[in-house]
Protein backbone atom coordinates (compact mmCIF):
# COMPACT_ATOMS: atom_id res chain seq x y z
CA UNK A 1 0.00 0.00 0.00
CA UNK A 2 1.32 3.29 -1.04
CA UNK A 3 2.25 5.58 1.72
CA UNK A 4 0.04 8.75 2.66
CA UNK A 5 2.35 12.12 2.37
CA UNK A 6 1.74 14.69 4.86
CA UNK A 7 2.93 18.69 4.80
CA UNK A 8 3.85 20.68 8.62
CA UNK A 9 2.83 23.76 8.71
CA UNK A 10 3.43 26.79 11.39
CA UNK A 11 1.54 29.68 12.07
CA UNK A 12 1.64 32.10 15.02
CA UNK A 13 3.07 29.64 17.13
CA UNK A 14 0.48 27.11 15.77
CA UNK A 15 1.72 23.86 14.27
CA UNK A 16 -0.32 21.83 11.65
CA UNK A 17 0.11 18.62 10.28
CA UNK A 18 -1.77 17.46 7.33
CA UNK A 19 -2.10 14.83 4.93
CA UNK A 20 -2.28 15.38 1.28
CA UNK A 21 -5.23 13.72 -0.87
CA UNK A 22 -4.42 10.42 -2.43
CA UNK A 23 -0.79 8.17 -2.22
CA UNK A 24 2.17 9.40 -3.84
CA UNK A 25 1.02 8.19 -7.04
CA UNK A 26 -1.82 9.66 -6.95
CA UNK A 27 -0.50 13.00 -6.20
CA UNK A 28 2.26 12.50 -8.71
CA UNK A 29 -0.20 12.09 -11.42
CA UNK A 30 -2.74 14.97 -10.60
CA UNK A 31 -0.11 17.91 -10.24
CA UNK A 32 2.96 16.29 -12.34
CA UNK A 33 5.22 16.47 -9.10
CA UNK A 34 7.44 13.97 -9.14
CA UNK A 35 8.15 11.58 -5.96
CA UNK A 36 11.00 12.68 -4.61
CA UNK A 37 9.76 16.24 -4.79
CA UNK A 38 6.88 15.35 -3.05
CA UNK A 39 9.38 14.55 -0.19
CA UNK A 40 11.11 17.29 -0.15
CA UNK A 41 8.32 19.09 -0.04
CA UNK A 42 7.12 17.24 3.03
CA UNK A 43 10.24 18.27 4.78
CA UNK A 44 9.10 21.83 4.04
CA UNK A 45 7.07 24.26 6.66
CA UNK A 46 4.59 26.49 5.08
CA UNK A 47 5.13 28.97 7.99
CA UNK A 48 3.70 32.37 8.46
CA UNK A 49 5.62 35.56 8.29
CA UNK A 50 3.47 36.49 11.01
CA UNK A 51 1.51 39.47 10.55
CA UNK A 52 1.76 42.19 8.24
CA UNK A 53 0.63 45.31 10.04
CA UNK A 54 -1.66 47.83 8.64
CA UNK A 55 -2.09 51.36 9.43
CA UNK A 56 -4.62 54.75 9.69
CA UNK A 57 -2.66 56.82 7.37
CA UNK A 58 -3.67 60.38 9.22
CA UNK A 59 -2.70 59.14 12.74
CA UNK A 60 0.08 56.52 11.92
CA UNK A 61 -1.21 54.23 14.78
CA UNK A 62 -1.89 50.36 13.67
CA UNK A 63 -5.33 49.36 13.44
CA UNK A 64 -5.10 45.81 12.12
CA UNK A 65 -3.18 42.84 11.16
CA UNK A 66 -3.26 40.29 8.05
CA UNK A 67 -2.19 36.53 8.60
CA UNK A 68 0.18 35.62 6.55
CA UNK A 69 1.32 32.21 5.12
CA UNK A 70 4.35 31.16 3.39
CA UNK A 71 5.91 27.87 2.58
CA UNK A 72 9.71 27.71 3.36
CA UNK A 73 12.22 24.95 2.36
CA UNK A 74 14.25 23.14 4.10
CA UNK A 75 17.16 25.62 2.73
CA UNK A 76 15.54 28.42 3.94
CA UNK A 77 14.36 29.34 0.87
CA UNK A 78 10.93 31.40 0.60
CA UNK A 79 7.99 29.96 -1.85
CA UNK A 80 5.93 33.06 -3.01
CA UNK A 81 2.67 32.97 -2.35
CA UNK A 82 1.54 32.55 -6.15
CA UNK A 83 3.62 29.52 -6.35
CA UNK A 84 2.18 27.86 -2.95
CA UNK A 85 -1.20 28.61 -3.27
CA UNK A 86 -2.05 26.90 -5.95
CA UNK A 87 0.24 24.00 -4.92
CA UNK A 88 -1.83 23.87 -1.76
CA UNK A 89 -5.09 23.77 -3.85
CA UNK A 90 -3.40 20.78 -6.40
CA UNK A 91 -2.51 18.87 -3.20
CA UNK A 92 -5.70 19.54 -1.39
CA UNK A 93 -4.83 21.30 1.46
CA UNK A 94 -6.10 24.45 1.09
CA UNK A 95 -9.45 23.60 2.81
CA UNK A 96 -7.63 22.71 5.97
CA UNK A 97 -4.92 25.38 5.72
CA UNK A 98 -7.76 27.87 5.18
CA UNK A 99 -9.64 26.55 8.62
CA UNK A 100 -6.63 26.39 10.52
CA UNK A 101 -5.43 29.67 9.55
CA UNK A 102 -8.75 31.23 10.85
CA UNK A 103 -8.20 29.24 14.31
CA UNK A 104 -5.16 30.80 14.61
CA UNK A 105 -5.86 33.97 14.22
CA UNK A 106 -8.84 34.05 15.95
CA UNK A 107 -6.35 32.77 18.75
CA UNK A 108 -4.03 35.56 18.87
CA UNK A 109 -6.85 37.99 18.67
CA UNK A 110 -7.72 37.25 21.54
CA UNK A 111 -4.38 36.75 22.99
CA UNK A 112 -3.85 40.68 22.40
CA UNK A 113 -7.58 41.68 23.27
CA UNK A 114 -6.02 40.42 26.78
CA UNK A 115 -3.55 42.73 26.89
CA UNK A 116 -5.76 45.80 25.48
CA UNK A 117 -4.57 45.87 21.92
CA UNK A 118 -8.16 45.34 20.06
CA UNK A 119 -7.03 45.23 16.61
CA UNK A 120 -9.33 44.25 13.62
CA UNK A 121 -7.85 40.69 11.87
CA UNK A 122 -7.98 39.58 8.01
CA UNK A 123 -7.09 36.63 5.87
CA UNK A 124 -7.15 36.19 2.51
CA UNK A 125 -9.41 33.63 0.55
CA UNK A 126 -8.00 31.44 -1.89
CA UNK A 127 -9.78 30.84 -4.92
CA UNK A 128 -10.69 27.52 -4.41
CA UNK A 129 -11.67 28.39 -0.71
CA UNK A 130 -13.88 31.31 -2.01
CA UNK A 131 -16.12 28.56 -4.10
CA UNK A 132 -16.25 25.73 -1.35
CA UNK A 133 -19.97 25.15 0.04
CA UNK A 134 -20.87 26.60 3.44
CA UNK A 135 -18.02 28.82 3.80
CA UNK A 136 -19.63 31.51 5.59
CA UNK A 137 -20.97 29.03 8.35
CA UNK A 138 -17.19 27.56 8.31
CA UNK A 139 -15.35 30.56 8.90
CA UNK A 140 -18.48 31.96 11.12
CA UNK A 141 -18.43 28.93 13.30
CA UNK A 142 -14.19 29.04 14.21
CA UNK A 143 -14.88 33.21 15.38
CA UNK A 144 -17.56 32.50 17.31
CA UNK A 145 -15.39 29.46 19.05
CA UNK A 146 -12.35 31.96 19.85
CA UNK A 147 -15.08 34.76 21.03
CA UNK A 148 -14.13 37.49 19.06
CA UNK A 149 -16.59 39.79 17.14
CA UNK A 150 -16.73 38.98 13.88
CA UNK A 151 -16.87 42.86 13.01
CA UNK A 152 -13.27 42.86 13.69
CA UNK A 153 -12.74 40.11 11.26
CA UNK A 154 -11.69 41.49 7.46
CA UNK A 155 -12.41 38.69 4.99
CA UNK A 156 -9.73 39.28 1.72
CA UNK A 157 -10.86 38.05 -1.63
CA UNK A 158 -9.31 38.80 -4.81
CA UNK A 159 -11.06 41.37 -7.50
CA UNK A 160 -10.00 38.06 -10.27
CA UNK A 161 -12.01 35.64 -7.62
CA UNK A 162 -15.18 37.91 -7.20
CA UNK A 163 -15.50 38.68 -11.17
CA UNK A 164 -15.25 34.94 -12.05
CA UNK A 165 -18.70 34.80 -11.63
CA UNK A 166 -20.10 38.12 -10.20
CA UNK A 167 -23.82 36.86 -9.39
CA UNK A 168 -22.77 33.62 -7.41
CA UNK A 169 -19.65 35.90 -5.73
CA UNK A 170 -22.43 38.34 -4.53
CA UNK A 171 -24.29 35.96 -3.18
CA UNK A 172 -21.10 34.46 -0.98
CA UNK A 173 -19.89 37.60 0.00
CA UNK A 174 -23.53 38.57 1.08
CA UNK A 175 -23.82 35.37 3.46
CA UNK A 176 -20.09 36.49 4.88
CA UNK A 177 -21.34 39.93 5.46
CA UNK A 178 -24.55 38.55 6.81
CA UNK A 179 -22.52 37.04 9.72
CA UNK A 180 -20.77 40.56 10.33
CA UNK A 181 -17.59 39.83 8.82
CA UNK A 182 -16.28 42.74 6.79
CA UNK A 183 -15.06 42.39 3.38
CA UNK A 184 -12.34 43.42 1.10
CA UNK A 185 -11.41 43.72 -2.22
CA UNK A 186 -7.89 42.84 -2.41
CA UNK A 187 -5.55 43.64 -5.81
CA UNK A 188 -8.15 46.11 -6.86
CA UNK A 189 -7.21 47.20 -10.37
CA UNK A 190 -5.77 44.39 -11.44
CA UNK A 191 -9.02 42.41 -12.55
CA UNK A 192 -12.22 42.84 -14.98
CA UNK A 193 -14.68 44.66 -12.11
CA UNK A 194 -15.36 47.99 -11.73
CA UNK A 195 -16.50 50.12 -8.73
CA UNK A 196 -20.38 49.98 -10.42
CA UNK A 197 -19.79 46.36 -9.52
CA UNK A 198 -18.58 46.87 -6.74
CA UNK A 199 -20.87 49.29 -5.61
CA UNK A 200 -23.68 46.52 -5.32
CA UNK A 201 -21.72 44.31 -3.41
CA UNK A 202 -21.44 44.66 0.66
CA UNK A 203 -17.41 45.60 0.19
CA UNK A 204 -16.33 47.56 3.41
CA UNK A 205 -12.38 47.75 1.74
CA UNK A 206 -10.75 48.14 -1.68
CA UNK A 207 -7.35 47.51 -1.25
CA UNK A 208 -5.24 49.40 -4.30
CA UNK A 209 -3.20 47.03 -5.83
CA UNK A 210 0.84 47.53 -5.12
CA UNK A 211 1.55 48.29 -8.79
CA UNK A 212 -0.62 51.31 -8.97
CA UNK A 213 1.05 52.61 -5.59
CA UNK A 214 4.49 52.48 -6.71
CA UNK A 215 6.14 55.63 -7.77
CA UNK A 216 2.35 56.61 -7.73
CA UNK A 217 3.93 60.20 -6.60
CA UNK A 218 6.10 60.48 -9.86
CA UNK A 219 3.94 58.54 -12.26
CA UNK A 220 0.96 60.44 -13.87
CA UNK A 221 -0.58 57.68 -14.80
CA UNK A 222 -0.56 55.83 -11.65
CA UNK A 223 -1.87 59.12 -9.94
CA UNK A 224 -4.52 59.45 -11.91
CA UNK A 225 -5.82 55.94 -11.32
CA UNK A 226 -5.59 55.89 -7.67
CA UNK A 227 -7.01 59.32 -7.15
CA UNK A 228 -9.72 58.32 -9.36
CA UNK A 229 -10.04 55.04 -6.98
CA UNK A 230 -9.96 56.78 -3.59
CA UNK A 231 -12.39 59.63 -4.69
CA UNK A 232 -14.98 57.14 -6.47
CA UNK A 233 -14.48 54.21 -2.96
CA UNK A 234 -15.41 57.59 -0.75
CA UNK A 235 -18.07 58.45 -2.79
CA UNK A 236 -19.65 54.58 -2.41
CA UNK A 237 -18.83 54.78 1.66
CA UNK A 238 -15.52 52.15 0.80
CA UNK A 239 -12.84 52.21 2.97
CA UNK A 240 -9.61 52.32 0.80
CA UNK A 241 -6.20 50.38 1.74
CA UNK A 242 -2.67 51.24 -0.30
CA UNK A 243 -0.89 48.02 -0.84
CA UNK A 244 2.77 48.52 -1.08
CA UNK A 245 3.68 51.98 0.31
CA UNK A 246 7.60 52.16 0.17
CA UNK A 247 8.25 55.83 0.03
CA UNK A 248 7.56 58.53 2.30
CA UNK A 249 6.63 59.91 -1.36
CA UNK A 250 3.87 57.36 -1.94
CA UNK A 251 2.88 57.79 1.97
CA UNK A 252 2.08 61.82 1.16
CA UNK A 253 0.24 61.04 -2.24
CA UNK A 254 -2.47 58.53 -1.05
CA UNK A 255 -2.76 60.02 2.32
CA UNK A 256 -3.35 64.11 1.11
CA UNK A 257 -6.13 62.48 -1.47
CA UNK A 258 -7.73 60.59 1.68
CA UNK A 259 -6.62 56.94 1.50
CA UNK A 260 -7.65 55.99 4.80
CA UNK A 261 -5.23 53.05 5.62
CA UNK A 262 -1.76 51.93 4.22
CA UNK A 263 0.30 48.64 4.43
CA UNK A 264 3.72 48.13 3.52
CA UNK A 265 7.59 48.34 3.60
CA UNK A 266 7.65 52.26 4.42
CA UNK A 267 5.62 51.39 8.14
CA UNK A 268 6.53 47.79 8.42
CA UNK A 269 7.33 44.43 7.04
CA UNK A 270 5.33 41.50 8.31
CA UNK A 271 6.57 41.06 12.29
CA UNK A 272 6.09 37.83 14.47
CA UNK A 273 2.99 38.26 17.02
CA UNK A 274 5.59 39.58 19.53
CA UNK A 275 6.27 42.74 17.61
CA UNK A 276 2.84 43.82 16.94
CA UNK A 277 2.37 44.66 20.78
CA UNK A 278 5.22 46.98 20.33
CA UNK A 279 3.83 48.50 16.74
CA UNK A 280 0.09 48.58 18.95
CA UNK A 281 1.74 51.02 21.21
CA UNK A 282 4.40 53.17 19.40
CA UNK A 283 2.91 54.12 16.84
CA UNK A 284 4.36 54.69 13.58
CA UNK A 285 7.50 53.02 13.66
CA UNK A 286 11.13 53.94 11.78
CA UNK A 287 10.75 53.73 8.07
CA UNK A 288 11.87 50.22 6.69
CA UNK A 289 14.08 50.06 3.77
CA UNK A 290 12.57 47.77 0.68
CA UNK A 291 13.29 44.85 0.18
CA UNK A 292 16.33 44.38 -2.37
Not at 245 to 261: D, K, P, Q, S
Amino acid sequence: MSSSPSVVISDFGGVLTTPLIGSFGEVQDRTGIAPEALGKAMQSIAAADGAHPLFELETGRMRGVEALVRWVEPDGTLVPPGDFIPLAEELGLIETIGDWVVRELVYQAHAWDELGIELSVGFNLSPRQFWQPDLARGILGRIREGGVDPSRVIVEITETSAMTDPDRAQAIIEDLHAGGLRIAIDDFGTGYSSLARIRDMPVDVLKIDRSFVHRVDLDRQNGSIVSAFIELAGGLGVTTLAEGIETEGELAFVRERGCVLGQGFHFSKPVPPEEIIALAFGGLPVVAQPAG
